[in-house]
């Protein structure tokens, strides 16, 4: 089955450095979503970005539909991003989406 | 902007009763919902598709016998877990797809069922 890796597992950083987050897919997404994740549970989207790149904010998100790689960059973290970031893509429904693992982002004052 | 709306935020029930999950779509027409499940393991699992006036499609591993779901129009729908067990914990999801926006899915805050 379609299989969604991302990187790092953790990253740990200091509030105002940049931040990069990889997601790795087993087969072409027709759509990639990347939510963030609050401690208590809540599901945000992000962005939907199956190719090329699209920013929003602090947050741009390059995707390489042939390359099957999608990165999330968050320039100027603050403390208020740290939680889950997760990278979903279809599986044949824009309904239908596998979600990778995830990357928890600590901002450190 | 879109928003979806789940209640209960938490529940805990006992072994074997029923625990009943709402889903809201505000601000936007919702013509399907997807439910899923959160495992306290942090894995995520489709547990049904429905699409308003459609049958509703459950995965594997999940059926309407167990996960019955009511999808009446464009901005609700519900989810029951019938007789829920310690394999039933986690955090249900619901994501409502915007109407006319192809392939976007937006979540609410989720439901956490804690079987005791």
């Known amino acids: 089955g379609q299989q969604v890796q991302q990187s790092p597992s953790s990253l740990v950083l200091q509030e105002g450095e940049n931040a990069e987050l990889q997601c790795n897919f087993s087969s072409t997404a027709t759509q990639l979503q990347w939510f963030y994740q609050s401690p208590g549970g809540s599901l945000v989207s992000l962005l939907s970005?199956?190719?090329g790149t699209k920013h929003t904010g602090r947050l741009t998100s390059t995707t390489v539909t042939k390359e099957r790689r999608s990165s999330l960059h968050i320039s100027s973290s603050q403390t208020t991003d740290s939680g889950t970031y997760l990278c979903a893509i279809d599986t044949g429904g824009a309904d239908r989406l596998t979600f990778g693992k995830g990357t928890q982002l600590i901002i450190q004052p | 902007g879109a928003l979806v709306y789940q209640y209960p935020r938490r529940t805990i029930c006992k072994s074997g009763t029923s625990m009943r999950m709402e889903c809201q779509a505000v601000?936007?027409?919702?013509?399907?919902v997807a439910w899923y499940r959160q495992s306290p393991q942090k894995t995520f699992e489709l547990i049904a598709l429905?699409?308003?006036?459609?049958?509703?499609?459950?995965e594997q591993n999940f059926t309407q016998e167990k996960f019955p779901i009511s999808h009446p129009n464009l901005s609700f729908s519900s989810m029951t877990v019938l007789n829920a067990y310690l394999e039933d914990r986690g955090l249900y999801l619901c994501?409502?797809?915007?109407?006319?926006?192809?392939?976007?899915?937006?979540f609410g805050e989720g439901s956490k069922l804690t079987v005791l």
């Open positions: 429905s699409t308003v006036n459609s049958a509703i499609k459950y």
């Open positions: 601000g936007f027409q919702a013509t399907s």
């Open positions: 994501g409502a797809r915007r109407d006319r926006v192809a392939g976007q899915l937006y």
């Open positions: 970005n199956p190719s």
